[in-house]
């Protein structure tokens, strides 16, 4: 006895195809069988129960398709017309070979009991994350939790707010509460473990030495950090790089404060705040999304002009000496403290601006402002304020490390001890002045390669891993050995 099957292909394919293709198979074994069988065989007889195949087999006028008319020939290789017979579905013995049989039992008592266990993880999602993943602009995400924050502050305290618009502090708390949410939800094991006074070397922060601060925040740590960041500021904030609240930070500092430069200076005016956790790739997203950038295809808006000083002055009014201060304020900084004579232009400048300070704290006349005829004083103005972006972009590569001193700006050059400028040499930040000073000689030597002296590396020196370390170089003076790291190669010999 011989029973043979086959699976169906996987491409779909018609019952009558499927059909013909068995009855193949029937033929084919019966003539494998008559070759290796030695008992002789007087006549084979075949069934089926398709009539439509067993018209394609007594078909003797018609012509088929590809598919049909092989396996036809296959069938009368093999067999006759004659040979082949009909029987009924529910006859036909080798139909459950096709077809799906009964299983075994669960009540058959040699059956062995399963037992199937499941496991369910539930996550925690705060309250206010979707609410972060809702809008596309920082400053309304601000406003949003602000308004958020005073309603449920006047149902605590069941009280409604005579003010109507939302103040500075509120705008600058609800940022704080934002940011606070970010590292509750994406650092909630660093946190923890700092909260109980622990190590973190197992964790991905511990290269920042993060600390707590008075209100609970992460913000990067070390010793040597302390060196180059500005008394007057506190250290940058800790953030994850694939949170909604990250890209929207990124976004806003590269439009306002980078004003759509490059990836190192929109990192530089980041990390004056914030420091993201391997923060380039985000960066590098945020600038190639960015509909500007793309439009002028990545280039400058304007034309690179750097440390230029110019302050004419129209007259001695109060609106003059307000743009006159931008311009300074623009160029060397903000200062401290400023002192005056209590002039009357002086004494009104004042005024206008504790009052414009006050009514844009409630969302008025910045329209007004913005719609202003801009004339010669106010378009001195705005120049001084292009030259200050222009003059706080990175002429050095951004730190990878927080130990290191912060990327070098020409306002480091033209500030000096103001603001972000370098600080003046003391004995208590000479090392500091060394630093910056051998960086800026660092910067100059690399800026000016037509000073590089020129060579012919004559033998490469390898080290104890066997790895070239030093390599021997012929100059116009004589030979000289150098470290590799110390070579750039110009020309490298095709032998």
């Known amino acids: 006895m011989l029973a043979r099957t086959r699976l169906a292909p996987i491409k779909t394919t018609t019952i009558p195809r499927l059909e013909l293709s068995a009855a193949v198979l029937a033929a084919t074994s019966d003539a494998k069988l008559r070759k290796e069988l030695s008992l002789p065989i007087d006549d084979s007889v075949f069934w089926t129960d398709s009539t439509i195949v067993l018209q394609y087999i007594k078909n003797t006028s018609r012509r088929f398709?590809?598919?049909?008319?092989?396996?036809?020939?296959?069938?009368?290789?093999?067999?006759?017309?004659?040979?082949?017979?009909?029987?009924?579905?529910?006859?036909?013995?080798?139909?459950?070979?096709?077809?799906?049989?009964?299983?075994i039992s669960n009540d058959d008592p040699e059956v062995k009991n399963m037992t199937i266990s499941f496991a369910a993880g539930a996550i925690k999602v705060a309250p206010v994350d979707p609410l972060f993943e809702r809008y596309s602009s920082w400053y309304k995400l601000q406003r949003i939790v602000a308004w958020l924050r005073r309603f449920c502050s006047a149902c605590r305290k069941k009280c409604s707010h005579q003010d109507s618009n939302l103040s500075v502090m509120e705008i600058q708390a609800a940022r704080m509460v934002i940011i606070r949410q970010v590292q509750t939800t994406c650092f909630a094991e660093e946190l923890d473990i700092l909260k109980r006074r622990k190590n973190l070397k197992a964790s991905r922060l511990y290269r920042l030495e993060p600390h707590l601060d008075d209100q609970g925040m992460l913000r990067v740590g070390g010793r040597r950090v302390d060196e180059y960041i500005d008394q007057n500021s506190k250290r940058p904030l800790i953030l994850p790089k694939d949170h909604p609240v990250t890209a929207l930070i990124v976004q806003d500092i590269h439009v306002f404060h980078a004003r759509h430069s490059g990836r190192?200076?929109?990192?530089?005016?980041?990390?004056?705040?914030?420091?993201?956790?391997?923060?380039?790739?985000?960066v590098d997203r945020i600038l190639r999304n960015c509909f500007t950038c793309r439009r002028v295809n990545s280039k400058p808006l304007t034309q690179s002009t750097r440390a230029v000083h110019i302050e004419p002055l129209k007259s001695l009014d109060a609106s003059t000496f307000l743009n006159a201060l931008m311009c300074f304020i623009a160029r060397r900084g903000t200062p401290m403290k400023i002192y005056s004579d209590r002039g009357t232009n002086f004494l009104r400048a004042e005024k206008e601006l504790r009052a414009t300070v006050h009514a844009w704290s409630k969302n008025k006349s910045i329209d007004d402002t913005c719609m202003q005829r801009i004339d010669d004083d106010r378009l001195r103005t705005l120049f001084c304020e292009v030259e200050a972006t222009m003059n706080s972009r990175p002429i050095t590569a951004i730190p990878g490390d927080v130990t290191e001193p912060e990327a070098l700006t020409p306002n480091h050059a033209l500030r000096m001890s103001v603001g972000d400028g370098i600080q003046v040499q003391t004995d208590d930040n000479a090392s500091l002045d060394n630093t910056y000073g051998r960086a800026w000689i660092h910067a100059q030597v690399l800026a000016d390669r037509n000073q590089w002296r020129l060579g012919r590396v004559t033998e490469a020196i390898a080290g104890e891993d066997g790895l070239v370390r030093k390599a021997k170089v012929r100059t116009s003076s004589g030979v000289l050995v150098r470290p590799i790291v110390k070579l750039c190669l110009l020309e490298a010999s095709l032998s």
């Open 65 to 103: 398709h590809t598919f049909v008319a092989n396996r036809v020939g296959i069938i009368h290789k093999n067999s006759s017309p004659q040979q082949w017979r009909h029987v009924r579905s529910e006859l036909n013995t080798a139909d459950p070979a096709s077809r799906e049989l009964p299983g």
């Open 264 to 282: 190192e200076h929109t990192l530089a005016e980041l990390r004056r705040k914030y420091w993201i956790v391997a923060g380039r790739p985000l």
